[in-house]
């Protein structure tokens, strides 16, 4: 299963719309769930992450220092990690960042971009990006 724990809720319809659409189609290939966490500080933010963290999965986190991929190589590391993991978290924190206890779970550091994104449109990119990486693993048309 694949895992998706956001701090905040999305409030743009069309963003959510998108992120809905991304979901079934994800869905098609393999099981993802996203868990979303109540703003509020990072330190209440990251007891709230952990207490979802389910064991033996392979926590990651997203974050502007993390190492970045390009899609084919993203679309590599999920297929590698589910072979060896049963379970991803790929864990989105707020505004004012994540928690040292969040950080010190995580497997792996991934970034996107050294931009910041807006929340659920980062969202909406990261469900993209898995399901980009699922059409990429069975050599379907859409990577192009």
């Known amino acids: 299963m694949i895992r998706i724990i956001a701090v905040g809720k999305i409030k743009e319809n069309y963003l959510n719309e998108m992120i809905a659409d991304y979901l079934k189609r994800i869905n098609k290939y393999h099981k993802l769930e996203i868990i979303e966490i109540i703003d509020n500080n990072p330190l209440l ?6 207490s979802k963290i389910k064991d033996k999965a392979y ?9 970045q991929y390009n899609s084919l190589d993203f679309a590599s590391f999920i297929d590698n990690t589910l072979m060896n993991k049963a379970n991803i978290n790929f ?18 550091q991934i970034s996107f971009s050294n931009m910041t994104f807006p929340h659920g449109l980062f969202r909406a990119i990261l ?10 693993k069975n050599n379907e048309r859409y990577h192009k």
């Open 59 to 67: 926590n990651i986190v997203l974050s502007i220092e993390g190492e």
């Open 127 to 136: 469900l993209e990006q898995i399901y980009r990486s699922f059409k990429i």
């Open 45 to 50: 933010e990251g007891k709230n992450i952990i």
């Open 91 to 108: 864990i989105i924190g707020g505004s004012e960042g994540l928690s040292e206890d969040v950080l010190k779970i995580a497997d792996k």
